[in-house]
């Protein structure tokens, strides 16, 4: 072996045995980064409150003379705590529905700002999670959210499959005011039958916003009495058409 020769096959070794320590030093100090991180609990809930609307039930649920707090813990330790800021507090579940400004502010609140009222900064949960590269995307928190809208609709939101920790919205929770479940894709009305049902307490723009997303989905809701209160959607039978009838 001439000199070169042996120069270079020394160099190569200590540089295989510096890389080994390095790795071996980082696979132990995984864990300890990881504690680090501090992933957040798997459930939020907030309720959007419009701080004009002070003969409300909501408004009187959570304020207490002139103050704003957090519902009573549920059996599994999560409280609801009160959003007075909202862009708009009128939003309602059929307004996010569809993907637009309105479900993307909705997004955008819940990660930027309703979030960090629960001492919760994403960008920083994303950052020190990104830092820990492979680990980190095993630690990838599973977050989920529930938004409640002033007018007592509901709809929840989970992180979706990315490092950057995104929500998206969960298109089998919308819920309006009435508990009607909101279908968001043409696909879940030809999956079986939708009931609906307006009776009772609950926002009186409900029915009319739900005929226009079933417009939207192309359901035929010609044969539906403009006044009806309750009925019933999904494929007729021997047909591919959606339609609605009064149950």
């Not at 003969?55 to 330790?77: M, V």
């Not at 994403?122 to 820990?132: E, F, H």
């Not at 928190?141 to 939101?157: E, M």
């Not at 968001?184 to 409900?206: C, M, S």
């Amino acid at each position: 072996m001439d000199m070169k020769t042996r120069v270079r096959t020394v160099a190569y070794a200590v540089f295989m045995t510096a890389f080994s320590s390095t790795a071996a030093v980082n696979n132990l100090d995984a864990p300890y980064r990881a504690e680090r991180v501090r992933l957040p609990r798997t459930r939020y809930e907030f309720q959007i409150i419009d701080p004009a609307d002070t003969g409300s039930a909501i408004y009187r649920r959570f304020c207490d003379k002139g103050e704003f707090h957090p519902q009573e813990a549920d059996t599994a330790g999560v409280h609801v705590l009160p959003i007075t800021d909202y862009p708009n507090p009128a939003t309602t579940v059929y307004d996010v529905v569809p993907r637009g400004r309105a479900r993307s502010q909705l997004l955008d609140a819940v990660r930027y700002n309703m979030l960090r009222r629960a001492n919760v900064d994403m960008d920083s949960v994303a950052g020190g999670l990104s830092r820990l590269g492979l680990l980190g995307r095993i630690l990838q928190p599973s977050i989920n959210v529930v938004v409640y809208f002033a007018d007592g609709g509901h709809v929840a939101l989970a992180l979706g499959n990315t490092t950057a920790l995104v929500f998206e919205l969960d298109e089998t929770s919308a819920r309006d005011s009435h508990g009607n479940t909101v279908p968001v894709l043409r696909e879940q009305i030809a999956t079986g039958k939708w009931t609906f049902d307006f009776h009772g307490p609950g926002n009186p723009r409900d029915a009319g916003h739900l005929r226009d997303q079933l417009r939207f989905l192309g359901v035929d809701i010609d044969r539906l009495p403009p006044d009806a209160a309750g009925y019933t959607c999904g494929v007729i039978s021997g047909a591919d058409t959606l339609s609605c009838g009064v149950h």
